[in-house]
């Protein structure tokens, strides 16, 4: 079955051909960096406004890529949360639109969990129970995927995501947006380093927190004997990736899961793959980085376990931009 996929939860415009929900036909985003990077950070109005101007060249050039036409998809698929309102509409409406046009069915997909499906993109299934560690710029999650495939979120950040950390990170220390592969590459340059930051274990908890270490960073900048640059974005990635390896092995051993899954933008930092591999009892699974950060494959691959909650596309649905925390989504 042929799923043509959208996604426009923030700031890239995507759209993938995905076959069954495990084969990527193709696989389009465009990446709005450049737009945001003079004000450092992402302004809702701004990327609604690029993802109108982006949608239909990137969903024509996915199904060109795909060697398909509107006559074979199966069906239509549209992130409808969380992310930021504006930019949701964009890519949810049109491909209710699409659908409606083509009289196709249309399937309504939870951006997290397309993070947590990328995992499936690909040869290797991942072995039920399994928790999900997603990393991203606007998301921290620990989510428990049962046996039958039901999500349960256990924890997740109490303020900044570990990849809106980086980000103001990164500002702090100049280096521009968005701030991940920047401040990775910084750190990698680092040669001394026995510089700490502090780590936030929020012990008896499964919740992440990283608005501290964030505050730390800055005051270390302010200081007149403050190490080099390099030396900060080491300790910071070090303790942003401390932090998320042993809390999600952790979890990981204490619920007898049988396989350790990493998503989101964030996961493709080598430092925080290279630290849960290392210390995970179990299997570890994460997709490649061009299927970690915002796609529209992943949201093909979690349509095609949905694929009996498609709607007819004039069915009275809406987006749902609400933090992934006010939500425990099945897959049902």
């Known amino acids: 079955m042929n799923i043509l996929a959208i996604e426009s939860s923030c700031d890239e415009t995507a759209a993938a051909v995905v076959v069954d929900g495990r084969i990527v036909r193709s696989n389009v985003v465009a990446s709005q960096s450049e737009l945001h990077a003079s004000t450092g950070g992402v302004v809702p109005e701004v990327a609604a406004r690029a993802h109108l101007r982006m949608l239909v060249p990137v969903i024509r050039q996915a199904l060109n890529n795909a060697e398909c036409t509107w006559s074979d998809l199966d069906a239509i698929a549209g992130t409808s949360g969380p992310g930021l309102p504006g930019a949701l509409l964009i890519g949810f409406n049109a491909a209710r639109g699409l659908a409606f046009a083509r009289d196709l069915p249309f399937i309504p997909v939870d951006h997290i969990e397309g993070h947590v499906r990328a995992n499936w993109l690909g040869d290797e299934e991942p072995p039920l129970p399994a928790l999900a560690l997603v990393v991203s710029g606007g998301h921290t999650e620990l989510i428990l995927i049962d046996e039958n495939g039901f999500f349960e979120r256990l924890g997740g950040t109490r303020d900044d995501a570990a990849g809106e950390a980086f980000d103001k990170v990164a500002r702090l220390l100049d280096l521009g947006y968005p701030g991940g592969p920047v401040v990775s590459q910084l750190a990698a ?6 510089f700490r930051l502090p780590r936030a274990w929020l012990t008896g908890t499964d919740d992440f927190s990283f608005s501290g270490l964030k505050t730390a960073v800055l005051h270390t ?11 900060i974005a080491w300790a910071f ?20 899961v049988t396989s350790l899954l990493v998503a989101g933008g964030v996961a493709a930092n080598s430092r925080i793959r290279e630290l849960i591999i290392e210390r995970s009892s179990v299997p570890v699974f994460i997709p490649p980085p061009e299927l ?3 796609n529209a494959a992943m949201i093909g691959a979690a349509a095609g376990v949905h694929l009996d909650q498609a ?7 809406d987006i749902d931009p609400t933090p992934y925390r006010s939500k425990v989504r099945p897959l049902e």
């Open 311 to 317: 709607v007819r596309p004039e069915v009275a649905i």
């Open 237 to 256: 990635e070090d303790s942003v990736a401390d932090v998320l390896s042993k809390k999600a092995v952790r979890v990981a051993e204490r619920e007898g």
């Open 189 to 194: 340059e680092s040669t001394d380093r026995s």
């Open 292 to 294: 970690c950060t915002d």
């Open 221 to 231: 900048v302010q200081d007149d004997g403050a190490p080099p640059p390099a030396e």
